[in-house]
């Protein structure tokens, strides 16, 4: 489990102005658009994640309990120490981490060069088609104004 | 009459990639999942100077526009400088705008093309044993 504090490099009594404060730090800092590191892309992905389950107060709430035992369980294992509630958690929690992700994933990959390319590509292939749609509107607004 | 230069991009596919090539991509990509077979300019790098000045001018006449607004004297100094400034950054970033709605459009579908081919390629040398299955799947 990673810890989100620690990722966004903040108290973990951070309020929630904190945290949005810092999360837009390291995503600035991070974005595969502006960061041409090759763990970049990773790194805004576990930010984004962090981010989003830390400002959802109950998401948080669950999040620190699981964190914390996790932390318990690796200083005193103990044998069937998970019972159902907590199993509950986990489990909830770990579909709220897949979401993230995926959402993350798909902000990670839009950067403003690709918004560019994709906007120039659809000129070139459908130039001629938008032209004719501007002079029929450009005639449209002629005619109504005679 | 004046006459309008500009350049069109096209993308040519390389001609066969020889074994050698074949087998040390492989290894590349199998030591560097993220390996780039072959690296080229992106949008926004290709025209990064004409990109500067139609930021650079907007802001400009962005900032007269907002002096403007705010009903900044006539008659001051620096309102005359933002009327100047926001004046020549506009004609600016309006000739590169031209410059790159000439230009852009052949040179994104370049990078498209380009860069569909190259990821075509990859996912082709990864999930080839051999030099020649690899040419049976890509080409």
Known sequence: MLDYYKLLNIRRTANSEEVKKAYRLAALFWHPDKNKSPQAHQKFIDISEAYNI???????????????????I?????????????????????????????KAEKISIISSDKILTEGFHFIDQYGLFLLLIAMFIFMIIVFSNK | MATIHYTKTFFQSPSHISEDTYYSIKQELAKNPNFIIAEGETFSEHFSGLLTIIKIGLGASLLFVIAESLGMSERSVLFNLLA??????????LVCGFNL???????????????????????????????????????
Not at chain 2, 106 to 131: G, P
Request: aromatic share 16%; charged share 25%; hydrophobic share 30%.
């Open chain 1, 54 to 72: 830390l400002i959802d107060p109950h998401r948080r709430v669950v999040y620190d309990e699981l964190f914390q035992s996790e932390m318990e």
């Open chain 1, 74 to 102: 690796n200083l005193t294992p103990k044998p069937n120490a998970s019972h159902h509630s907590q199993k509950h958690k986990q489990s909830t929690y770990e579909e709220w981490v897949r979401e993230e992700r995926s």
């Open chain 2, 101 to 139: 709605m000439l230009e852009g459009p052949s040179f994104a579908t370049y990078v498209k093309e380009r860069d569909e081919y190259f990821s075509r390629m990859r996912y082709a040398i990864i999930n080839s044993n051999t030099y020649n299955e690899f040419v049976k799947m890509f080409y």
């Open chain 2, 84 to 93: 100047f400034c926001g004046g020549i950054g506009f004609l600016a970033a």
